[in-house]
């Protein structure tokens, strides 16, 4: 009973800050001023990164917890079994994406200008940035794909797994 809770609540965790980012926090800074979307993401990024770093670790051992009391086992034979590897693969897809956000994407948004940068150095360093935002774009909805597709297969398996 309390593995099934603790990975309730770690998956409502993970998929609500998936879907918090996606749409809620980056329409947000879109009404921002520029000087202020610098800090705010700063700020939600490291926070982002801690809450989903400890969900995937309490999903993970209450996963293990899971599966080592039921009663089933983790053949490929089986539907529930390929269902439980299904999970562990995206499992690591989405470790894999939030070290991706956490030490790539996340740290390139906050390079700091030099004050005494020409203009066309300016608007390369601009450039950069613009592009970094596209990359942590691109990585966010893959989080979150990844965490409802996860959900999807976690759902499945009260009926017995769904591949």
């Not at 439980?84 to 894999?96: D, N």
């Not at 948004?109 to 950069?128: F, K, N, P």
């Not at 935002?133 to 017995?160: C, N, T």
């Amino acid at each position: 009973m309390w593995w099934t809770w603790l990975h309730v609540v770690g998956w409502a965790t993970y998929i609500g800050g998936a879907l918090v980012m996606e749409f809620v926090w980056r329409p947000a800074q879109n009404a921002m001023p520029q000087s202020q979307i610098a800090v705010a993401c700063r700020w939600m990024g490291r926070r982002y990164r801690w809450v989903a770093a400890v969900s995937l670790a309490v999903l993970a051992v209450s996963g293990v917890g899971l599966v080592v009391s039921s009663d089933r086992t983790l053949s490929l034979s089986s539907s529930w079994g390929r269902t439980v590897w299904a999970l562990v693969v995206v499992w690591v897809a989405l470790a894999a994406t939030l070290g991706a956000i956490a030490f790539y994407g996340h740290p390139s948004l906050h390079t700091r200008m030099r004050a005494d940068l020409s203009e066309e150095e300016r608007r390369d360093a601009r450039e950069q940035v613009r592009r970094a935002i596209g990359r942590m774009d691109v990585l966010l909805r893959i989080d979150l794909a990844l965490a409802l597709v996860a959900g999807l297969l976690g759902a499945g398996l009260h009926s017995g797994g769904i591949l």
